[in-house]
C-alpha cells in the first residue's frame, strides 16, 4: 500500500472541491490519513490551483457548486493535455449527474452522504493506481479509428457505471455488414472514416444520455444505452447518414440487441448475446435489428453442445464422409468419373447434425480445420481402397475451407496426406468455396498456386455466388469450375439464370476448364445443361451422397458394366 500513497518520500497530493466546508473536512479527515490534501470551494479555485501545480493524483470534485461548477472543472481538465492524467472522482447524490460526468471523462463516483470511510480511501487508492498505469491506460482508452473507447476499457467503464443507473438499460451490437468488401472496393482511408462517422453518429444517435460505446473488432460496435422499444429506426437513420457520406451506398449495418437489466448475466455475457442476436441476421435482406429469444438462446446451447463433442466425435467415429458421385454428360451415357467427399455427423445422443447447423459453427471458430483433416484423410483411403479393389482410381474431391486458406500447414498436410496412401496429388481435389476470395484475395491466390505446384488440381465450389466471380478468374488459376446451386435450381424458371449458366459455360471452356453443375435434380436440367456443353453433373438426379459401402456398389456396377 506504501508504494500507492507516497512516490520518493513524498505524499502524493489529492485536490478535494467542494464548497461545503463540512463536506472537505469530512473527505480531508479520511484522504489525509494517506494523502496530502488541498481544498477548493469551487470550481474556479480548483482551477487556480491545478494551473500551477499538476502534480495531483487525484481530484475528488463536487459537481454542484456556485461560481464555476464540476462538470466545467472536468471539461476544462479534459480539454487540457497535461490535466487530462489527473483522475476526477466525482462526489454527488444525483444518479443523472454521475453518468453524465462519466461520459465527460470523470472515472468514478463516490455518493452523497458518504460511504465507511475505509471504502472512500479504498476507491482512492485503486483509482490512483489505475492511472499510474499510464502507459497502459492512455494508450488503449481510446480507439484511434472510431474515436469510440477501446474493448478493455468500455467494460471496465461499464462496471462501475452500471452499478449507478437505475434506468433500464440495453446491450447492442452494431455491424457493417461485409466491412471487408468496402476496404477492398474504396480502400481502407474510405474504411477508416466510415468506421470514424460511425463511431460519430453512434455517439450522437445512441448515447445522447447515459450511454457508452466501443468498438471491440474491426467493424463490430458495442453500446450500452437506455432502452428503447424499437431501435430499427435510429439504426436505419444511422445507416442512411452513412451511406449519404460515402461512396459505399449500398452500406448495410445490422444490430443484435440483449437486455441488459438480465442480473444473471455479466456484462460479457450480455454483449456476446447481442452479438449473436446481430449475427443471426447476417445475410437476412431488410433486417436491420434482432433481440436475442429463446430460441436464439436455446441454439447457443446447441452450438456449445457441438463444439463440447467434436473432438470425442471425430475420435469415436460419429462423424463418418459420405461420397456423391460425379457424373461425364458428355458422352454416349453418363460416366461415374468421380466424387465429392461430404461429411456427416450422426451424434450417439442428438441423432443426425446437418452439415449446414455445424460447418459455419466450425468455421467461425477453426475446429473446422480438424473436421477437414479427418475428412480429406477418409476421402484419401478410401480412394487408395477403391483403386486396390476395383483397379479404377476415383478422384474425390474434399471440401477446403476458408480458415483452412489460412493455415500455413495446408500443403504439407494435404501432402502427407497423398504420400500416405501413395496416391497422386490429382486423386485428391481442394475444392476452394469462391466466397474465400473476398476473405483475402492475395491469400487465396498465394495458397492455390502452391497447390498447384505440389500438382493439386483446384476445383472452384460454388463459383457465382459471391461479388467477385469475374475478377476471380481472372487472377487464379484454377482447374475446375464448380457452378453454384442456385443457378441450376433457378435456371428453368428464369431466363436471366439460364443466360448465366450459359455465359459461365462459355467463359469456362474459353478458359478450358471443365465445369461442374451441381444440384442437379432433374431430367430437363440435365438435358439443358448437356446441350450448353456442361461437362460434368453431380446431384441427386443421379445420386444423393452415399455412406462408402454404398458409393462402393455404384461403382462397382458401373465398372463391371
Ligand atoms: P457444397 O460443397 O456446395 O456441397 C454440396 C451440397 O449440396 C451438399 O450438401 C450436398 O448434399 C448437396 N446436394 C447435392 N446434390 C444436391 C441436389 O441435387 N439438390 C440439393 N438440394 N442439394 C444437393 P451438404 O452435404 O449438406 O453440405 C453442405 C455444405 O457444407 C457443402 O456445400 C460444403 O460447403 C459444406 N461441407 C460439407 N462437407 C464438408 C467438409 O467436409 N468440410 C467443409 N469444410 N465443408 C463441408
Ligand atoms: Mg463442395
Ligand atoms: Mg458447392
Not at 479 to 490: S, T
Amino acid at each position: 500500500m506504501k508504494k500507492l500513497m507516497e512516490t520518493g518520500g513524498m505524499k502524493r497530493r489529492v485536490l478535494i472541491v467542494d464548497d461545503e466546508q463540512i463536506n472537505r473536512e469530512l473527505l480531508g479527515a479520511i484522504v489525509s490519513q494517506s494523502y496530502e490534501t488541498v481544498y477548493a470551494s469551487n470550481g474556479e479555485e480548483a482551477m487556480n490551483a491545478l494551473s500551477g501545480d499538476t502534480s495531483f493524483s487525484l481530484i475528488l470534485l463536487d459537481l454542484l457548486m456556485p461560481v464555476m461548477n464540476g462538470f466545467e472543472v472536468i471539461e476544462r481538465c479534459q480539454a487540457d493535455d497535461r490535466l487530462r492524467r489527473v483522475p476526477i472522482i466525482v462526489m454527488t447524490s444525483e444518479k443523472s449527474a454521475e453518468a453524465r460526468s462519466i461520459r465527460m471523462g470523470a472515472v468514478d463516483f463516490i455518493t452523497k452522504p458518504y460511504d465507511v470511510p475505509e471504502v472512500i480511501l479504498a476507491r482512492c487508492e485503486r483509482i490512483i493506481e489505475m492511472s499510474e498505469d499510464k502507459s497502459i491506460i492512455s494508450s488503449t482508452e481510446r480507439d484511434k479509428v472510431s474515436g469510440l473507447y477501446t474493448r478493455g476499457y468500455f467494460f471496465a467503464y461499464l462496471q462501475r457505471l452500471a452499478e449507478h443507473i437505475e434506468a433500464p438499460m440495453d446491450a447492442l451490437a452494431l455491424d457493417i455488414d461485409r466491412f471487408h468488401l468496402i476496404n477492398e472496393l474504396f480502400g481502407r482511408q474510405e474504411g477508416d472514416s466510415i468506421l470514424k462517422r460511425t463511431g460519430e453518429l453512434i455517439s450522437e444517435l445512441l448515447c445522447e444520455s447515459d450511454g457508452i460505446a466501443c468498438r471491440v473488432e474491426s467493424d463490430v460496435f458495442f453500446i450500452f444505452c437506455k432502452r428503447r422499444d424499437d431501435y430499427e429506426p435510429v439504426v436505419a437513420e444511422i445507416q442512411a447518414r452513412l451511406r449519404e457520406g460515402s461512396r459505399s451506398r449500398n452500406l448495410r449495418l445490422r444490430a443484435g440487441i440483449y437486455n441488459f437489466s438480465d442480473i444473471d448475466t455479466s456484462a460479457e455475457a450480455c454483449f456476446s448475446r447481442a452479438k449473436a442476436a446481430c449475427d443471426r441476421i447476417r445475410g437476412r435482406f431488410g433486417a436491420l435489428t434482432e433481440r436475442y429469444s429463446r430460441e436464439l438462446h436455446e441454439r447457443t446451447v446447441f452450438h456449445e453442445r457441438l463444439i463440447g463433442d467434436i473432438h470425442d466425435a471425430v475420435k469415436n467415429r460419429d462423424l463418418t464422409v459420405y461420397y456423391q458421385p460425379k457424373y461425364k454428360i458428355l458422352g454416349d451415357r453418363p460416366v461415374l468419373t468421380s466424387a465429392e467427399a461430404l461429411v456427416r455427423w450422426n451424434h450417439p445422443e442428438l441423432g443426425f447434425i446437418s452439415p449446414g447447423d455445424f460447418i459455419p459453427l466450425f468455421e467461425h471458430n477453426g475446429l473446422i480445420r480438424e473436421v477437414d483433416r479427418f475428412v480429406w484423410r477418409e476421402a484419401a483411403a478410401h480412394i487408395r481402397r477403391c483403386r486396390d479393389r476395383y483397379g479404377v482410381t476415383i478422384p474425390v474431391s474434399v471440401n477446403v475451407s476458408r480458415v483452412d486458406i489460412f493455415d500455413p500447414e495446408l500443403e504439407d498436410k494435404l501432402a502427407e496426406i497423398i504420400d500416405d496412401f501413395s496416391l497422386s496429388p490429382a486423386d485428391l481435389m481442394p475444392e476452394i468455396t469462391e466466397s474465400a476470395y473476398s476473405d483475402n484475395a492475395d491469400r487465396l491466390i498465394e495458397v492455390v498456386n502452391r497447390l498447384r505446384d505440389k500438382g493439386f488440381k483446384i476445383e472452384m465450389d460454388d463459383f457465382g455466388s459471391g461479388y467477385s466471380s469475374l475478377n476471380m478468374l481472372t487472377s487464379i488459376p484454377i482447374d475446375v469450375l464448380k457452378l453454384d446451386m442456385q443457378f441450376i435450381r433457378n435456371m428453368l424458371i428464369d431466363e436471366k439464370s439460364m443466360r448465366l449458366v450459359e455465359l459461365v459455360i462459355d467463359i469456362a471452356r474459353y478458359l478450358e476448364v471443365p465445369v461442374v453443375a451441381e444440384g442437379v435434380e432433374e431430367e430437363a436440367q440435365l438435358n439443358a445443361l448437356r446441350d450448353m456443353g456442361c461437362d460434368i453433373v453431380q446431384g441427386y438426379y443421379f445420386s444423393p451422397p452415399l455412406p462408402a459401402d454404398r458409393f462402393d456398389e455404384l461403382l462397382e456396377k458401373e465398372y463391371q458394366k
